[in-house]
């Protein structure tokens, strides 16, 4: 019996009971699209995140004191900053800003707002690429002279003043005390990590120690950004750093009381968790899947029993037992294939829809349906039809020619 | 070609009913020759069907010997008996037995469908089989378009498609009107003469026995004499 007569056939027996045909398939239709949307979702979502990271820079590194595994760390200052910034000992770094960073409330016009406050030095503009929308980045005068300087991020301006332009020479009050407005930073539109620069504050690093948030130790710093020369001196950067610190904190044997951060390993931190995000997706959406297996099983089973008569039949007239199989399997993979192709589209439609209503609420997911997605969603599917399809095509191929044809 | 179509030895079939073991058929012998048109008559649970069964080949005897055509067949396995059954016999039921949602035309090339060597043109001989039934203007009506006599017919048709040695007819006028009963007997009666085709009928009917060449009585899974 060739293939095509018997798709042809299989094609015929499942137009026959439409409704039915249609509802069993419903099952692996929406298996199918939840599959594809999730998956895509998960993509889209480690993309976005990627691409989030990736927009830090790729030559940057995070120098923070190490609290988890040292009892008693040195902190780290604007001496060490200086150090790490040395051409002479670290040729591989570019630049080095300590920063400080903490929660400042601000009040202008009888408006409040809380926001986050970061102490820079000039080193912060080059290291972090800030830019502005108006105004100047603080001067070495300002800074060294601890001046009450202000540059404030526009959902802040926003807040305030209700407008993020013009504001130069205003004058706010950070923590009850007055600064005078020299910037506002340019807008950088939704971030996922809720700590965007929009919503944040930089005065100069000398005003926060001395004014805003007094630390322990004189010149005292939460955190170094570091950017390496280029890309690929990353590792070499983070080497000299070592060295450089280990001296400074006279660190011989043991844990340093410093950690180097580089951005691959958020990158590495940041694809594991949406992995595991995206197969746990995946995984939900291959049970409903699973489900529309076990419904196929389930009509076939039905339709072998209707059916046992024409089995019979078949047999009779010289069907062997892989005819009947192969009939039967068709039949069920058939139901599962077309279903298949229906919920990849459905799956399409499914995560543009998701991707609109992503941008409409601001939050830049852009999902991606890939290749290996379909390829997996129809492989699986087509093995789903065959699975399921088995059992109950074995159970028709098994019927005995005789009971089959008394069976009415 | 051997002397006999059908030579049936010393045929038992035992059925395990449960603890109980049923002795359809003890120790029968049959032989029909090419071209015989031969009645298996007897009560019912006289063990007629199964006898029909074995040789039509959809079931194997117990013990004894059963060759069709020359070819001994009590020891096959269901997949060879398969392919016996597709070119050595053609079925015709009682209650028609036609792919309901199949054309005339389609019912009839099924046995086609599962022969091992496809032959020339399918569609072609289904319709000269359709014709030679008297249905050439029906072939793509589907049975529920059709008379009872035309679907029996039909059957017929599809058992003849393959050439089969033997024709088996299990009560093939029984769903049947007189008129139509009796056409159909004289068609079965024809396509024997024209084609040689042996026939064998199983029925509860004297009249349809006494148009056979020869009526084998069965009681008790064995020839009533």
């Given at each position: 019996m060739n293939f095509v007569s018997s798709l042809l056939e299989a094609l015929e027996s499942l137009t026959s009971n439409k409704v039915r045909t249609a509802l069993t398939m419903l099952g692996i239709v929406i298996g199918v699209g939840a599959v594809i949307a999730m998956l895509a979702i998960g993509n889209g979502t480690e993309q976005a995140i990627v691409g989030e990271i990736e927009g830090i820079g790729t030559n940057l590194l995070f120098v923070m004191t190490n609290r988890e595994d040292v009892t008693n760390p040195e902190p780290l200052t604007i001496r060490d900053a200086e150090a790490i910034a040395d051409p002479i000992f670290a040729p591989a770094v570019s630049a080095a800003a300590p920063v400080i960073q903490g929660q400042a409330e601000l009040t202008a016009g009888g408006n409040v707002a809380t926001t986050g406050l970061v102490g820079v030095t000039e080193e912060y503009k080059v290291v972090q690429n800030v830019e502005l929308s108006e105004g100047e980045f603080f001067t070495g005068t300002q800074i060294t002279g601890l001046a009450s300087a202000v540059i404030l991020g526009t959902n802040v301006a926003e807040d305030l003043f209700g407008r993020s332009d013009g504001l130069i020479g205003e004058t706010v009050r950070v923590s009850g005390q007055p600064f005078r407005v020299v910037g506002i930073l340019k807008k950088e539109g939704g971030s996922e990590f809720g700590n965007s620069p929009d919503d944040q504050i930089l005065v100069p690093l000398t005003t926060a120690q001395t004014r805003l948030m007094p630390r322990n130790v004189k010149n005292q710093v939460d955190?170094?950004?570091?950017?390496?020369?280029?890309?690929?001196?990353?590792?070499?950067?983070?080497?000299?750093?070592?060295?450089?610190?280990?001296?400074r904190h006279k660190i011989k044997l043991g844990e340093d009381d410093f950690n180097i951060i580089s951005q691959e390993m958020f990158l590495d931190m940041a694809s594991t968790v949406t992995g595991v995000f995206t197969v746990f997706l995946g995984g939900v959406a291959g049970i409903s899947l699973l489900v529309g297996g076990i419904g196929i099983m389930n009509i076939m089973l039905v339709s072998v029993t209707e059916r046992t008569k024409e089995i019979g039949l078949r047999k009779a007239v010289g069907a062997k037992k892989k005819d009947i199989l192969t009939q039967f399997l068709i039949e069920s993979s058939l139901l599962s294939v077309i279903g298949g192709i229906i919920g990849i589209i459905l799956g399409w439609l499914l995560s543009l829809g998701i991707g609109r209503i992503a941008a409409a609420s601001d939050f830049i997911l852009d999902p991606a349906i890939t290749i290996n997605s379909v390829l997996l969603a129809t492989l699986f599917s087509a093995a789903v039809g065959l699975f399921f399809g088995i059992y109950p095509a074995n159970r028709a191929s098994q019927l005995e020619p005789i009971e089959a044809l008394r069976s009415e | 070609m051997t002397e006999w179509v059908v030579e049936a030895n010393d045929i038992t079939k035992v059925y395990q009913m449960g603890e109980i073991e049923v002795h359809a058929l003890r120790g029968l012998s049959v032989n029909i020759a090419p071209g015989e048109i031969v009645s298996i008559m007897g009560p019912s649970g006289s063990g007629k069907s199964t006898l029909m069964n074995i040789l039509g080949c959809l079931d194997r005897p117990t013990s004894g010997d059963y060759s069709l055509n020359g070819e001994s067949v009590a020891t096959l396995n269901d997949d060879q008996l398969a392919e016996i059954r597709n070119r050595g016999v053609g079925f015709v039921f009682q209650s028609f037995n036609l792919l309901p949602r199949a054309t005339a035309l389609a019912n009839v090339e099924l046995p086609m469908r599962y022969a091992v060597l496809n032959g020339r043109n399918r569609k072609q001989v289904a319709k000269e089989a359709l014709e030679a039934v008297g249905l050439g203007d029906r072939i793509r009506h589907r049975p529920n378009e059709l008379s009872g006599g035309q679907m029996q017919r039909v059957a017929i048709a599809r058992a003849l498609v393959n050439n089969p040695a033997i024709i088996m007819a299990d009560e093939p006028t029984g769903n049947l009107d007189t008129t139509s009963g009796e056409e159909i007997m004289t068609l079965l009666k024809n396509l024997n003469k024209d084609r040689g085709t042996t026939l064998i009928i199983v029925t509860h009917d004297p009249e349809i026995a006494e148009l056979t060449d020869r009526v084998i009585s069965i009681r008790d899974g064995r020839i009533a004499e």
């Open positions: 955190l170094i950004y570091v950017s390496a020369i280029d890309a690929d001196s990353v590792k070499q950067a983070e080497d000299q750093i070592s060295l450089i610190l280990r001296e | -």
